[in-house]
């Protein structure tokens, strides 16, 4: 469904997908303050949560509420940019989730490559004609993308999907300068683990690097805005990368299996 609000012909867009929550919602609320964008356009699948969202910004918003891997929801989004004749300034693909079992455990293994990969893909194209020059995507990787992770091996590969890919189309849009930015975050405090049952304080280790979702929103726009196409935020989360450079991934996936970490 669709709630509309317009600022009129030709008004600077962004477009949030994963508005609904964690750091989908940040971004939302740090974009408010933005005087480049007329008007934020919120999707995710719940509604309330959007409108809410919507009601507490100053910026016009409008809701599109939705599945991301749903066609038709896609269709409509496309419909919408057209009739309103509007220059998106920023596109934001955040909405994604993992699951943390062996291959073999997951009946959602599919359904995690359609939201983190194959949506995001979809959603980028269609928006990439409507894009103004100078404009910006900044999509939602994870540290887990930077190495084959044990018992989360389609997550971990469908965030090096977007690592890679957005580096790649980040020096394809130079002539264009749109910036695209993968954020690789370690684990955050928001939904995302909640729907996991996992309490990421519990583990000693993984406590060490947790985020804080504020900061990472604040430091992807500020690396989106110096045409950087990664942003790391925490100091774990780069020691993390560099061991990645480093170690062979076997003796890794090794010490993970062994470790049960
Ligand atoms: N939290 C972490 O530790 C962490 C770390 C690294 C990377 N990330 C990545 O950061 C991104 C955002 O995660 P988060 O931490 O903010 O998690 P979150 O709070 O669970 O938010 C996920 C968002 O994605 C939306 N979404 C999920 N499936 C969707 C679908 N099929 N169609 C439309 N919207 C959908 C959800 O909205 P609805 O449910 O309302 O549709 C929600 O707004 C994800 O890509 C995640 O992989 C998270």
Redesign the pocket.
Known sequence: MTVAVSSGKNARIAII?????????QFAIDLDGDVRLDEIWL????EE?LQELAASLRKPARVLA????DKKWRDRLLLEIKDSECQIHTLIN?????KFEAFCDLDCNERMVE??CQ?LTALTSLCLPYMQNGGRIIN?????GFMPQYKAAVYAAS?AYVISFSRALHQELKERDITVTAVC????K????E?NGIEIDANPIKKIGIEDVEKVAAKALKRSDKGKDMSVCNLPAKILRVISRILPHRLVLWFERKSGF
């Open positions: 997908s994963g508005a609904s929550s964690g750091i989908g919602r999707c995710a699948r719940r949560r939705g599945d991301i891997t955040s909405a994604g989730f993992g939201v983190n949506a939602m990787a994870s540290v887990a965030k975050p370690n684990p955050m928001t939904e995302f683990f729907a």
